[in-house]
């Protein structure tokens, strides 16, 4: 049995798969298992895919017609022998020694999920990253997680951001939701009712590329408009497990607020009207309720919300809050453009 299954999902990225195959092929821990699934791409990734196949017995390649990538992402499960498992996307790279520093924790820990750090590539933050290996430190730590913990384990919700032990994603049947965006959300929510036991690798070990063509980068796509599904079902799977109350409700109240907010500020103003119409569709008395209590959310998610219920003075500061979003935004992309020309 391999020691780690790591699974690509691969659509439309042959200007950067060959990177991604080349950082997981060449891990210095060489008993793994690449299973890749083409969903359906209509670039020369299939080729480029059977290709290394040929090369290299350790990779299950999968053809599939598209589904999206929680579908391709699913499609691998059946297929998982490793220990543990490693989820890589199709434009990113990872350190060549991984796999064997999280393998080696994981194991020392005997932990369910081995958290590691990330860089943007081009665009790396490392204040960020000490910020939170600081208190990603203190959490791992701990015997007994209290909600503030949560609320850092659920906001830092990539799938690819962890090192997951096999049988606690598949004998909790913590798969991605088909047909809907924002999978990761959702696995992390159904993957932290579980209480799994965590462990940390304190290094940069994944290199996240955030380009234009990132479904994540652009608020136009269906990723930004498929939220209010996702806590939907989020809120429908803590209702069925019985968890929709205390620290759990709170911390889905709070972060539900606060998402739906960010997301109409980074959209467009010619979709704001329609992301609008959708929050006001999913704001009911709980969201009320916690809005009117003393908690964490800030002073601009509120005001957002009570310029939503109809208070002039509230719309007229999160208008001002708009602008200076926009401003913030223009301002970084002339930082980022003077960086590159430098």
């Not at 930004?224 to 911390?251: C, F, S, V």
């Amino acid at each position: 049995m391999p020691k780690v299954s790591v699974i690509i999902p691969v659509y439309n990225a042959e200007k950067y798969l060959h990177a991604c195959l080349d950082s997981v092929v060449n891990q210095t821990l060489a008993d793994i298992q690449i299973i890749c699934v083409d969903d359906g791409s209509p670039d020369s990734c299939p080729q480029i895919l059977d290709e290394y196949a040929a090369k290299d017995q350790r990779f299950t390649i999968i053809h599939q017609q598209n589904v999206g990538i929680a579908g391709a992402r699913n499609a691998a499960y059946p297929y998982i022998k490793g220990e543990y498992t490693l989820f890589v996307d199709d434009d990113d790279t990872i350190e060549p020694d991984l796999c064997e520093k999280a393998v080696a924790i994981a194991d020392a820990e005997q932990a369910d999920t081995t958290y590691f750090f990330f860089d943007h590539g081009q665009n790396q933050n490392r204040t960020k990253i000490h910020r939170w290996s600081c208190k990603m430190k203190e959490l791992t730590a701990k015997h007994s997680l209290t909600e503030n913990d949560y609320t850092l384990l659920v906001h830092y919700c990539m799938i690819w951001l962890q090192l997951w032990r096999s049988c606690f994603l598949l004998d909790n049947n913590i798969q991605c939701p088909i047909g809907q965006y924002n999978e990761d959300i959702f696995m992390q929510w159904k993957s932290q009712i579980h209480k799994p036991k965590l462990a940390l690798l304190p290094e940069t070990m994944y290199h996240w590329r955030f380009h234009s063509l990132s479904t994540s980068n652009d608020p136009s796509k269906k990723y930004w408009r498929g939220l209010p599904a996702t806590y939907d079902r989020i809120k429908e799977m803590l209702q069925e497990t019985g968890n929709y109350h205390g620290e759990w409700k709170r911390l889905f109240l709070y972060q539900k607020l606060k998402n739906f907010c960010d997301m109409y500020f980074h959209l467009p103003t010619y979709q704001q009207a329609e992301c609008l119409r959708m929050v006001k569709d999913r704001i009911g008395q709980d969201e009320l309720e916690y809005l009117s209590q003393k908690n964490k959310l800030k002073r601009r998610v509120r005001v957002f919300y009570y310029a939503l219920q109809g208070s002039r003075f509230a719309a007229a500061e999160n208008t001002i809050h708009i602008a200076l979003r926009k401003a913030e935004i223009t301002f970084r992309k002339f930082r980022d453009k003077l960086k590159r020309a430098a």
